[in-house]
């Protein structure tokens, strides 16, 4: 399958008065059409500013596209102009952001702001672009899509304003939808209906995905392929079950065994201890050193490289080099990924 | 009427509404334009130069309380009034009462008694004749308690007018008849050796009896029930904007009014009058119609062209002579004489006018210029401050009472009693407070007797110095200071019998010579008119009291 | 809604009683008399004049006339101007005062939206500092000083425009500049403060991402949101202009109301005192009403009516 999208050696700074914050640090990873890709780390690992960066929505200043590429459709979306980005955004590439209280409007109609991307892109009428709405919002399975078509957000409760969101995305039928933490936001039966609504569409449409998540546990459900990002850069990339049954990497380990699980006998949850590295003064070795119980002397000194585990799956670990000696994930960990082996087979 | 104000309301509100919406921006546009093109109509011929023109454009500050001779009671309607009407005697250019309306005026030989023949050729501005009714009418209208007129008691030298006006006497019998047409016999109460003078203030201005008695509200707008019979009439009254004055074609002088028309325009600002002089927008700034800022009126004197002229009117102090300490003369002296007037005229007032060390102004008394006492003498306010203080029975001045020196509140009258505090606690040593209150409640303060040393200011109503001095007749009424004398009250009654104009002046003098040694005032200047106005602008004439007639006004 | 504002009209029944008696009573309670001059008047003319004008009943009775000529919205004739009612120096002054207001107003609005807008749009930059260094200078200069400045410069030094009076357009220009430059530096900042605000909003990242260019942005999202504000300020602005056009009116000769609202009180020209109050009252309490309701059609999430649940 051809890559939509194809970001290469992305670095992205922030320039702030305690000096340059290099948020975004070499980043590779693609997205393949009809796929969704889930990109999982802390908050601060860079995430969002990744994909804010395909869309350009990073205020320059401060922000700066410090180097890479991002090709789109093998057009390279750093070289393009603002104007040219206009034509992009809301047609080829949506996003559906965080916090639905907060990124609706809150004094124009949701139908008005479904229809304004297509009135920009399609040029279609005003009627039409009307009835588009009506049938998003049926889509997005919003019931009575002709009366709330014409209300106003605050009248939608939250996982509601996440529908007519997500319908706003949807609008110009983008080839890429970005959700950045569409569900954090949500409580959990809601953050379930969501998922399902995207898995949902993505079969209809065809579009492809990129899922931004700090939360490993909404990724199996979603997700085709996962990319780990620590400290602005990917840590591991792999396909859902290769990150889940095989981690590679500490840090990994250490999200699956922090991931809240549904079932109450697993619940010992472990928090990764420490905090995320400064990036204005990112760690000479491996990033995630400082808070690797299983860090070695070279992970403080060289940066290691991604190592290859299978085709499709990479880890940057110096515990992968062929001199490392042979670690186990903890016990947690293994009882965690027993207990995906034996859920995915009951499915 | 009433709807119309609701309606304006809701509109008002409403415009706002849509200019907060940012939908409708016109609305506000709308109601400027459509005004200004009202006003643009009325007056679209103001932008033109106006030397050539005869056109006298001035300031009047304010709206006219009323615009009816026999109501109005302040300079502002006399600026109006002394153009649009005329009595049976004015003021004429040298300053002595002349035939006017009347055109004989004969006078019995007790002087009580005056007999005015009416000219033939008197006309109200629509053709009616000026009769003798007219005069009668209008004196006892204003003398009518169920008027409400405030300047009646300018009237009260005729015979029974005060005990018609006060309500103890009737309409009937007030010493005013129209004998015809044209014959007006006025019987005075006292011999009044300043009658004449008195006959050419506004209160004794005729009124058209025809129309007053059809309409009442005849005075309140300008148009036909209107109607004067001085060298202009009223063409336009906007009220607390401007009044238009056009020459009166059936004024017995028409020949000797040479301007084709008067604005006045009611701008309540001095600064924004003198730019508007400056801008050639009007022909004449300062008083009497408006009044120059105080700060402009050293600049104005080194160009040039700053005109003054002495007028009618004492700036003083009053002092209560019923209180501690001021119930002593030699307190009330040391007072007085510790004041630098010179100071004051020419560091804070400015204007021209003259240090007063009397009561009468030099219009009057021209001798008075030197006045009784110097300008300023510390050595004698000193003596008499030690002299009061031993008669009082004070140890020394830490030990008199406090005193406070009350005004109403105003920029000047708070810097000349400033400094005026200045020189007392320098020259001696004694600390005053100062105290200030608007007019209105200052006024009755004053009237209460609620003060201990006071300021006022009085302007002459006709030309004449009993009108300075009978304010301290008597011990009540108008006379805030409670002072009285028996020899200065006989004094000012003998005068009013005395016939010889030079005896009587004698008569005055000596009376005031008592008020200055009592000295329950402490006069500080007398006043002065201070003035800008157009080069080609002649013949306008001020009389003594300082009021204005364009009468003889043209342009060169 | 109807019994909304139903409701709200009895409120301010209620407010312009309160202010009535208020007004009424401090009024009566302050010193000094409308008759009163450096000669007294005879005390015979003085009961004459206090009966014409009703002023020998007892307080309390002047009072209930004075509500009943509220209720007829008829203000009886001034103490000052002699031949003059109430109602004449209403609907001769307000309709000029009006007209200085809705330009003011109008001014006040556009250009300060319009240096707002710009100066969060263009923030931390120079026409950010222009706008604001303009704005500083509209609220700290008062306006009577702003009045002569601009007489100064535009009419004596450059002649450009008159130096007073009410006649043409050209004549309402200085005084509406003046009077408007308070409220307009007011109203330029909260505009910004207020746009910056709205623009680090999601909502505008969400308009954004729909590939809208700043200038819909701007217009759609940003402005509308951002006047929330300002339109709650129109109450106080009218407010100001209604005050503040008293200095104006006078700097400017214009012979408005604002003048009788501030010389009533010095002449003790009751019945002016009282109508002119009244008017600026029922003038106020209506445009707060209408600017409320202005706002919940700008904010749909506000909901006039006071039903409660939803």
Known sequence: MENILEVNDLKVSFNTFAGEVQAVRGVNFHVKKGETLAIVGESGSGKSVTTQSIMRLIPMPPGEIKGGEILFEGTDLVKKSDKQMEKVRGKDIAMIFQDPMTSLNPTMKIGRQIMESMIKHRKIAKTDAKKRAIELLDLVGIPKPEQRVDQYPHEFSGGMRQRAMIAVALASDPKLLIADEPTTALDVTIQAQILELLKDIQKKTNTSIIFITHDLGVVANVADRVAVMYGGKIVETGSVDEVFYNPQHPYTWGLLASMPSLDAEEGELQAIPGSPPDLTNPPKGDAFAARNSYAMKVDFEMEPPMFKVSDTHYAATWLLHEDAPKVEPPAVVRKRIEHFKEKAGER | MKKKLLLFSILLVFSVILAACGGDDDSGEEGTSDNSGDNGESTSDNGGESSAEQVFKANIASEPFSLNPSLANDATSSAVLLQTFEGLTRIGPEGEPQEAMASEIETSDDLKKYTFTIREDAKWSNGDPVTAQDFEYAWKWALDPNNNSQYAYQLYYVKNAEAANTGEGNLEDVGVTAVDEQTLEVELENPTPYFLELTAFYTYFPVNSKIAKENEEWYADAGENYVSNGPFKMTEWSHNDSITLEPNEEYWDKDAVKLDRIEFAMINDFNTELNSFKQGEFDWAGSPFGSLPTEAIPSLKEDGSLNVEPIAGTYWYKFHTEKEPFNNVNIRKAFAYAIDRQGIVENITKAGQVPAMAAVPPTMFSDNEEGYFDAVNIEKAKEHLQKGIEELGYDSVEDMPAVTLSYNTSESHAKIAQAIQDMWKENLGVEVELSNAEWAVYIDQLHQGDYQIGRMGWLGDFNDPINFLELYKEKGGNNDTRWHSEEFASLLEESQTETDSEKRTEMLKEAEGILMDEMPIAPIYFYTNAWVQDENLKDVVMSGLGDVQLKWAHFE | ?310
């Open chain 3, 1 to 310: 809604m109807l019994k909304y504002i139903g409701k709200r009209l009895l409120y301010m029944v209620l407010t312009l009683w309160v202010i009535v008696t208020v007004t009424f009573f401090l009024m009566r309670a302050a010193p000094g008399s409308p008759f009163s001059g450096e000669k007294e008047l005879p005390p015979a003319i003085q009961a004459n004049l206090e009966a014409y004008y009703g002023l020998d009943k007892s307080l309390f009775m002047q009072y209930v006339d004075y509500l009943i000529s509220v209720v007829k919205w008829d203000f009886g004739p001034s103490l000052k101007y002699k031949g003059q009612s109430v109602n004449d120096l209403i609907s001769e002054g307000f309709p000029v005062s009006f007209a200085l207001g809705m330009e003011a107003i109008f001014l006040a609005l556009a250009l300060g939206v319009l240096l707002g807008a710009v100066a969060a749009l263009r923030h931390n930059k120079w026409q950010d500092y222009t706008a604001m260094i303009i704005a500083v200078l509209g609220i700290s200069v008062p306006s009577f000083i702003m009045a002569s400045g601009l007489q100064y410069v535009l009419a004596i030094k450059w002649s450009v425009l008159p130096v007073a009076r009410w006649e043409s357009f050209a004549h309402t220009i200085l005084p509406a500049l003046a009077l408007a430059s308070t409220p307009m530096a007011f109203i330029a900042r909260l505009t910004r403060s207020s746009m910056l605000e709205v623009i680090g909003n999601d909502y505008i990242k969400t308009a954004k991402s729909k590939g809208l260019n700043s200038t819909e942005i701007t217009v759609r999202h940003t402005i509308r949101n951002a006047m929330m504000p300002v339109v709650s300020y129109m109450g106080p602005l009218i407010s100001a202009i209604l005050t503040g056009s008293f200095v104006i009116e006078k700097i400017f000769g214009i012979p408005g109301l604002g003048m009788h609202f501030v010389t009533s009180i010095t002449n003790r020209d009751y019945s002016v005192i009282m109508g002119v109050t009244v008017f600026f009252s029922v003038l106020l309490l209506v445009s707060i009403l209408l600017v409320d309701i202005a706002y919940s059609l700008i904010d749909p999430r506000i909901k006039l009516a006071d039903k409660k649940g939803e």
